[in-house]
């Protein structure tokens, strides 16, 4: 096991009725006016956006709205949050909604007291190592989504205009204060919706499992189980969207998926992410989707590096059994893997996710790797490299 530091401070408030707390929260973090991020109208339509201003005016808490966001969180309204925390006098952002609308408070909160532009900051030339955030305003998240698990990370992804690049900022300065999570909130999400957020739940897990670092038996279990757990609760979840015990598994696990507790002292990929990040650049689709799409393709072209790795993976994740040819079993596993994917119905091709073979040179140059440089740990892949796996999703 690798030395690491783990730093994880956010506040959970989980169960029924918990977006109660919300006003009681961002005062118990410095908050008296709040910037109140949020996305389409699906959060006024189900009834949480006017609880979660219930809660704020109950608390005595100001709030300026700023809805907007979509999907792959885009730079403008990342710039126009800015602008209004500034002239507003806004002292906490409140993001009400998916990792989309997390993410994209996150980068509100760096930019608002950041004193260049923040893009500069975040994503400078060197793409692949950008600075990390070492201040930002306070940050909550009342959840509606489980997926991305931006309520208990450091990070946040935002989309460059007009470059159609995603780039990422990251800091634990950037670690929500608090997140409300409530399960029945995730009630009336569509099973496509529900089904990219367990596709990337399961991808954030896979991103640690996969690494070269031995001796890490404690998060290898944790890793695994959370696996299992995603797939089993995933299955009720997807033949009664209404079973709270199973959406508050998924929910919770979406947390423990990417707060990094399963990462520590470990070498983590993340090749899955950066490449899949230049397909929703480019086509705008969902994450999840793009996921179900890359990480399959990568499973197989990087394989042969650890062949034990991923044949421990068919067997523990998978219930593979054990046999003579670890090749095999690896192989079953990947398989099995892929069929979980479509059997939820998500894409595992570029004809399936809409994309354009044509593209691939496009999407492995957008990734920024200049000469000799690579994109991932468990394999380390070149510009090249990332041609020819996305050649097998074709």
Same mark, same amino acid.
């Given at each position: !096991?690798?030395?690491?530091?783990?730093?994880?401070?956010?506040?959970?408030?989980?169960?029924?009725?918990?977006?109660?707390? *919300?006003?009681?929260?961002?005062?118990?973090?410095?908050?008296?006016?709040?910037?109140?991020?949020?996305?389409?109208?699906?959060?006024?339509?189900?009834?949480?956006?006017?609880?979660?201003?219930?809660?704020?005016?109950?608390?005595?808490? &100001?709030?300026?709205?700023?809805?907007?966001?979509?999907?792959?969180?885009?730079?403008?309204?990342?710039?126009?949050?800015?602008?209004?925390?500034?002239?507003?006098?806004?002292?906490?952002?409140?993001?009400?909604?998916?990792?989309?609308?997390?993410?994209?408070?996150?980068?509100?909160?760096? &930019?608002?007291?950041?004193?260049?532009?923040?893009?500069?900051?975040?994503?400078?030339?060197?793409?692949?190592?950008?600075?990390?955030?070492?201040?930002?305003?306070?940050?909550?998240?009342?959840?509606?989504?489980?997926?991305?698990?931006?309520?208990?990370?450091?990070?946040?992804?935002?989309?460059?205009?007009?470059? @159609?690049?995603?780039?990422?900022?990251?800091?634990?300065?950037?670690?929500?204060?608090?997140?409300? !999570? @409530?399960?029945?909130?995730?009630?009336?999400?569509?099973?496509?919706?529900?089904?990219?957020?367990?596709?990337?739940?399961?991808?954030?897990?896979?991103?640690?499992?996969?690494?070269?670092?031995?001796?890490?038996?404690? *998060?290898?279990?944790?890793?695994?189980?959370? !696996?299992?757990?995603?797939?089993?609760?995933?299955?009720?979840?997807?033949?009664? &969207?209404?079973?709270?015990?199973?959406?508050? @598994?998924? !929910?919770?696990?979406?947390?423990?998926?990417?707060?990094?507790?399963?990462?520590?002292?470990?070498?983590?990929?993340?090749?899955?992410?950066?490449?899949?990040?230049?397909?929703?650049?480019?086509?705008?689709?969902?994450?999840?989707?793009?996921?179900?799409?890359?990480?399959?393709?990568?499973?197989?072209?990087?394989?042969?590096?650890?062949?034990?790795?991923?044949?421990?993976?068919?067997?523990?994740?998978?219930?593979?059994?054990?046999?003579?040819? &670890?090749?095999?079993?690896?192989?079953?596993?990947?398989?099995?893997?892929?069929?979980?994917?479509?059997?939820?119905?998500?894409?595992? *091709?570029?004809?399936?996710?809409?994309?354009?073979?044509?593209?691939?040179?496009?999407?492995?140059? @957008?990734?920024?790797?200049?000469?000799?440089?690579?994109?991932?740990?468990?394999?380390?892949?070149?510009?090249?490299?990332?041609?020819?796996?996305?050649?097998?999703?074709?």
């Amino acid at each position: !096991m690798n030395d690491f530091e783990f730093e994880s401070p956010t506040h959970f408030a989980f169960g029924r009725g918990a977006e109660r707390r *919300t006003g009681e929260l961002v005062r118990a973090f410095g908050g008296t006016r709040a910037l109140l991020h949020f996305g389409g109208g699906s959060v006024k339509a189900n009834g949480v956006y006017g609880k979660v201003v219930d809660a704020l005016e109950s608390a005595g808490v &100001g709030y300026v709205p700023l809805g907007g966001v979509k999907p792959n969180p885009r730079e403008a309204l990342v710039r126009e949050g800015i602008d209004l925390v500034r002239r507003e006098g806004i002292d906490f952002i409140l993001a009400v909604g998916g990792g989309s609308a997390i993410d994209s408070a996150k980068a509100i909160a760096f &930019g608002a007291v950041y004193d260049g532009d923040f893009r500069d900051h975040a994503y400078g030339k060197d793409c692949r190592n950008p600075p990390v955030v070492k201040k930002a305003m306070p940050v909550g998240a009342v959840l509606t989504i489980a997926a991305a698990g931006s309520e208990g990370s450091c990070n946040s992804i935002i989309s460059l205009e007009p470059d @159609n690049l995603k780039r990422t900022l990251s800091g634990d300065a950037l670690r929500p204060r608090f997140a409300v !999570m @409530n399960p029945e909130f995730t009630f009336t999400l569509p099973p496509y919706q529900t089904a990219c957020g367990l596709a990337d739940i399961f991808a954030h897990v896979a991103e640690r499992y996969f690494t070269p670092t031995r001796g890490v038996a404690v *998060t290898d279990e944790v890793c695994e189980a959370l !696996m299992r757990t995603v797939v089993s609760e995933g299955a009720k979840v997807m033949r009664d &969207g209404r079973d709270y015990d199973a959406r508050a @598994n998924v !929910m919770w696990a979406g947390t423990l998926a990417h707060n990094n507790v399963c990462g520590v002292g470990r070498v983590q990929d993340w090749a899955s992410h950066g490449i899949e990040h230049e397909l929703s650049a480019l086509y705008d689709c969902a994450h999840g989707a793009g996921l179900a799409v890359v990480m399959p393709a990568w499973m197989e072209f990087v394989m042969d590096a650890d062949v034990a790795r991923f044949a421990r993976f068919a067997e523990r994740v998978w219930g593979v059994a054990p046999g003579p040819d &670890g090749r095999a079993v690896a192989k079953e596993g990947i398989a099995r893997y892929r069929a979980w994917l479509e059997s939820i119905g998500l894409p595992t *091709t570029f004809a399936g996710l809409g994309a354009r073979a044509e593209d691939i040179p496009r999407l492995a140059a @957008n990734l920024g790797l200049a000469e000799g440089q690579t994109l991932g740990r468990f394999r380390p892949l070149s510009a090249a490299d990332v041609e020819s796996l996305l050649s097998l999703a074709v």
